[in-house]
T-cell receptor
């Protein structure tokens, strides 16, 4: 497999602008997760998709955040009216269907800087 | 809600020596998985080792092993024969398994600790 890919790798934006990130999971993985990681901290769960259905959203995901996964393939995470507190690394992970502590494979992340 | 705590912000070890990273967690659930993930500088996070809570035997993967103490809610990672390539941030993570054994599935979201930076000295 080619791994999870994320684009762009880095994004610098001015406060108040909208940004969109893309995640391409491993092809046969039906589960997709978004996490946010601030400097020196562990990742925090944002949202989860099973195929195209968004099944869980964290309270961290304010109204300014929206995520989609059309057709159960790639996913996008959009942040509207960015704030300086949104500066973080946004990580995407995917996993196969099934139980048993199925491994999540992480992408390289998109680092967002809001100036 | 579950919480994961890593009380060692930084650890260091000499090459070829052994180091242990600590992790404690809090949960009211009886069925779950625990993981250690490695995040090298500017690189993707990768899975190091996993433990199923219902298994008493500690997991081992080559030079990596865990000490899982369910009653104490402790899950430490031991790295033997440390190598320069082991230098990274290490995260302990928790995942609920509630519903899975009954034939359902859990969503599988991970709850991470704050991380421990491991430095390996040559």
């Amino acid at each position: 497999d080619t791994g999870v890919s994320q684009n762009p790798r880095h994004k610098i934006t001015k406060r108040g602008q909208n940004v969109t990130f893309r995640c391409d999971p491993i092809s046969e993985h039906n589960r997709l997760y978004w996490y946010r990681q601030t400097l020196g901290q562990g990742p925090e769960f944002l949202t989860y998709f099973q195929n195209e259905a968004q099944l869980e959203k964290s309270r961290l995901l304010s109204d300014r955040f929206s995520a989609e996964r059309p057709k159960g393939s790639f996913s996008t995470l959009e942040i509207q009216r960015t704030e300086q507190g949104d500066s973080a690394m946004y990580l995407c992970a995917s996993s196969r269907p099934g139980t048993g502590g199925t491994e999540q494979y992480f992408g390289p992340g998109t680092r967002l800087t809001v100036t | 809600a579950q919480t994961v705590t890593q009380s060692q912000p930084e650890m260091s070890v000499q090459e070829a020596e052994t180091v242990t990273l600590s992790c404690t967690y809090d949960t009211s659930e009886s069925d779950y998985y625990l993981f250690w993930y490695k995040q090298p500088p500017s690189r993707q996070m990768i899975l190091v080792i996993r433990q199923e809570a219902y298994k008493q035997q500690n997991a081992t993967e080559n030079r990596f092993s865990v000490n899982f103490q369910k009653a104490a809610k402790s899950f430490s990672l031991k790295i033997s024969d440390s190598q320069l390539g082991d230098a990274a941030m290490y995260f302990c993570a928790y995942r609920s398994a509630i519903g899975e054994r009954a034939g359902g599935t859990s969503y599988g979201k991970l709850t991470f600790g704050q991380g421990t930076i491991l430095t390996v000295h040559p």
